[in-house]
C-alpha cells in the first residue's frame, strides 16, 4: 500500500508538465453532458421553427412576375422589390435626374473608402469632405451649372438618409466639441449651459425633438423665415447627435492627464493654443472608437424621419407598398430596407473594430 | 488703464461668462418675443384651459379606462399610462430574453453561442422603428383570417385581429379568496426566508422547497377552478369571443421592442460576466460548487455593479423608444399628443407636457437606479 503510494507520488512529481488541454470533440460538445444534450435539442427546435419561413423567402417565393396581383402565392413577393427598386432608393427625386443621387452616393462612397486608413486622416481630408459635401448639395438641389433645380421636398430613398446621418454628424461635431469642453470647464456659466443643453436633450426621446423642429420652429422664429422640412428635420437630428457626441468626447477630455495641460500651461501657450493643439487632438484620438457606435446609432435614428413625413429611404419602402397593383407587399419592403440598414451598421461596426484593434498595436499617427 | 484691465485674468474670465449668459438669455427673449408675435399673427391662445374641455376623440386601448367624453387632461393621462405600462413590460421582457441571450454568447454550446451571435448582430444593426413597422406588416398583412387563426397552444389564438389568450375572471367573493391567497403565499414566502438557511442546514431543503412549490401551485389551481370564471377565446360569426385579446399594435410593439432591446441588455450582460476574472469561476469550482451556482452566487453578484450602470442608460433609452409606437397606431403618449395638436391646435402646450413627462421619467428612472447601485455597492463593503 505505502509502495504503491510512494510510486504514484514519484510519478507525478517526474511529470509536472502542464495538463494536456483535452479537445473535445463535436459529438462531446454537443451531446457531453445532459445540459448540452437539452441545448442541442432546444436549439435544433428553434432552427427548425425558421424552416417555414426559409421555405417562404426563397422556394415558395416569386422572382420574377409579369402579373404583380398573382405575385404572392404563399411565397415571398421578391419580384416588387425588383420592380419597385429604383423608386426605394431614389424616392420621387424625377427619374431623368436620378444620375444626380446615384453619383452622390457614388461620391460618399468613394470619400468613406478614401478615409478609412487612419494614416491618411488630416486637415487636408478634412477639406476634402467639406468641398465633396457641398458638391453633394449642389449636385441634389441643381440650379447650378445647366442642373435643372430639384426642390428638397422631392429629394428622397437612400440619398437622404445618408446625407441626414452625414451632415448630423458632421454639423454636430463642432458644437459637441464645444459643448464638451463646456462642460468641463472650471468657470461655472458655461459648464452650466453645457450641463443644461447636454441633459436636456440626452433627456428626451428623439421623437420628441423632431416635434419640436417640425411643428414650434415656424412659431419660434420670425414670421418671415421659411425653413423647409428636410433643414428642420436636420437641426433636431444635429442637435441630438451634438449632446451624444458630446458625452462621447468628455470621456476621451477625461481621459488626457492634467499633466499635459499644465505642463504646456508652465511654458507659457496661451490656453486655447493648449486646448486645440495639445488637449483637443489626443482627446479626439481616443474617443474614435466609440465615435463610431455613435455613428451607427445615428444611421439608425435617421430612420425616425418618417414620424415628422421626410421622404428617407424607410418612407419611400413604406409608400412603395402601398401601390395596390401589388398585393400589400410590405413585409417584402421592410425586409430589403431593413438588410440595407444592417450591411451600412455592420460595415461600420466591423470598421470600429478593426480600428480599436489598430489602437491596441499602436498609437494613431 | 484699459490694457490693464484686459491683461486681468479674473476680469476677463467673468467679461466673458457674462457675455456668454448675456447672449444665451437674448436668444430666449429673441425666440420668445417671435413666438408671441407668431401666436398674435395667427390668433392662437396660450394657456391649458383646453385641457378641461371635452377631448372628443377616441384611444383604441388603453390601461386606464378612457372614453372620447373624458377631458384632454384625462386623454394624456392615458396616454401616459399606456407609455409607463409598454415600458414596464418591455423592459421586464427584454431583461429577461437579453439575460438568456447573453448567458447563451458566453456558452461552450457552439450552436446556442453562434445562434445568439447571429441574433444580437441582426436586432443590433437595424432600426428599431423598421423591426416595429416589420412586425406590425407581419400581423396585419401576413397571418391568417380569424376562421383559420394559428393555434399553437390551447386557447391561444393568432390571427389578422390580434393575439387570442385564455383569461380569468372574478366576481366579488373570488376576488377576497384570491387577494387572502396572495397575501397567505407572500407571508409563506416571507417565512420561507428566514427559515431557509435552518431548514438546508437539516437537510431538507429540496424536499421541503418542492412541497412548497406544489402546495402554492394547487392552491392557486384549486382558487381559480372554484372561484374564478376561465374564459377561453371561441369563434362565434367572424370573430372571436371571450377570452383576452393582445391587439396586433401591442403585439408588434412588443415583439419588436423586446427583440431590439433584449440585443443590446444581452450584450450589457454578456460584458459584465466576462470582466469578471476567470480565477473567480475557477475558485467557485475548486470549492465543490455546481456551475450554476458558481454563476449566481459568485459571478452574477460581481458582474451587477459592472452592469448597472450601462442597464440604466438603455432602460431609459426603452422608455424613450417606446415614443415609437406611434408609428404602428398603439395610442402611447407621442400618438396622443400628435392628435390633440391635430385636434385643437394647441402646439407649444402639447409638446411641453411631453418633454416635461419625459423629462421627469428620465430623472425619475435614473435617481431610481443610482439608489439601486448604491444599495448593491453597500453589499460589497460589508
Known sequence: MTVVQANSFTTISTTAAPPKRRRRSFVTLLFGDLTASCLTVLTGFLLLSFVPALNWAIIDATWVTTDPSTCRQGGACWAFILA???????????????????????????????????????????????????????????????????????????????????????????????????????????????????????????????????????????????????????????????????????????????????????????????????????????????????????????????????????SAGRVAATDPQWPAPYVESYIFVAGIYFLICFGISNYSRWLESCVQARSYR | MLTGLLDNRRFRSWAGQIVLLGGFAALILWLVTNTIENLDARGIKVGFDFLQRQANFPISESVLPYNPSDSFLWAYITGLGNTIFISLIAIFFSTLLGLIVG????????????????????????????????????????????????????????????????SVGFNGSGLAILLATTVVCLLAYLLWNRLRDRVYRAGLGRPVAAALIVLILSAVYIVVRTTGEVST??????????????????????????????????????????????????????????????????????????????????????????????????????????????????????????????????????????????HVALVEAR
Open chain 1, 84 to 314: 419597385k427598386f429604383r423608386f426605394i432608393i431614389f424616392g420621387t427625386y424625377p427619374p431623368d435626374e436620378q444620375w444626380r443621387p446615384l453619383l452622390v452616393m457614388a461620391l460618399m462612397l468613394l470619400m468613406v473608402l478614401a478615409s478609412l486608413s487612419p494614416r491618411l486622416w488630416g486637415m487636408k481630408l478634412l477639406c476634402a469632405w467639406g468641398a465633396v459635401i457641398t458638391a453633394m448639395l449642389l449636385l441634389m438641389w441643381g440650379g447650378v451649372m445647366g442642373l435643372s433645380p430639384v426642390p428638397s421636398s422631392a429629394w428622397g430613398g437612400l440619398p437622404v438618409t445618408l446625407l441626414l446621418a452625414l451632415l448630423s454628424l458632421g454639423l454636430g461635431f463642432p458644437f459637441a466639441v464645444m459643448l464638451a469642453l463646456g462642460r468641463r470647464s472650471i468657470l461655472p456659466v458655461p459648464r452650466l449651459l453645457a450641463i443644461l443643453t447636454i441633459e436636456l436633450v440626452r433627456g428626451l426621446p428623439l421623437v420628441g425633438l423632431l416635434f419640436v423642429a417640425s411643428i414650434l420652429l415656424p412659431l419660434l422664429l420670425p414670421a418671415g423665415w421659411s425653413i423647409d422640412k428636410l433643414a428642420r428635420t436636420l437641426a433636431a437630428l444635429t442637435v441630438f447627435a451634438a449632446a451624444y457626441l458630446a458625452e462621447v468626447i468628455r470621456g476621451g477630455l477625461q481621459g488626457v492627464s492634467p499633466g499635459q495641460a499644465e505642463a504646456a500651461k508652465a511654458l507659457g501657450i496661451p490656453s486655447w493654443k493648449i486646448i486645440w493643439h495639445i488637449v483637443l487632438p489626443q482627446a479626439l484620438q481616443k474617443v474614435i472608437p466609440p465615435l463610431t457606435n455613435t455613428t451607427i446609432v445615428m444611421v439608425k435614428n435617421t430612420s425616425l424621419v418618417l414620424i415628422v413625413g421626410v421622404f428617407d429611404m424607410l
Open chain 2, 103 to 166: 448567458l447563451a454568447r458566453r456558452s461552450r454550446h457552439p450552436l446556442t453561442a453562434y445562434l445568439s451571435g447571429v441574433f444580437v448582430t441582426t436586432a443590433r444593426n437595424m432600426p428599431l422603428i423598421v423591426h416595429l413597422l416589420f412586425w406590425y406588416a407581419l400581423a396585419t398583412t401576413m397571418l391568417p383570417a380569424p376562421r383559420q387563426a394559428y393555434n399553437p397552444l390551447p386557447g391561444v389564438y393568432l390571427s389578422l385581429r390580434g393575439l387570442y389568450l385564455p
Open chain 2, 233 to 374: 377565446p371561441e369563434m362565434r360569426g367572424f370573430n372571436f369571443a371571450g377570452g383576452f385579446r393582445l391587439s396586433s399594435e401591442f403585439t408588434a410593439l412588443m415583439v419588436g421592442l423586446v427583440i431590439y432591446t433584449s440585443a443590446f441588455i444581452g450584450e450589457i450582460i454578456r460584458g459584465g460576466i466576462d470582466a469578471i476574472s476567470a480565477g473567480q469561476w475557477e475558485a467557485g469550482r475548486a470549492v465543490g460548487l455546481s456551475e450554476r451556482h458558481v454563476l449566481t452566487k459568485i459571478v452574477m453578484p460581481q458582474a451587477l455593479r459592472i452592469i448597472i450602470p450601462p442597464m440604466t442608460s438603455q432602460y431609459l433609452s426603452t422608455i424613450k423608444n417606446t415614443t415609437l409606437a406611434l408609428a404602428v397606431g398603439y395610442p402611447e403618449l407621442g400618438l396622443v399628443v400628435g392628435t390633440v395638436i391635430n385636434q385643437t391646435g394647441q402646439a407649444l402646450e402639447s409638446i411641453g407636457i411631453l418633454l416635461a413627462v419625459f423629462l421627469t421619467l428620465s430623472i425619475a428612472v435614473s435617481l431610481f437606479m443610482n439608489w439601486y447601485n448604491a
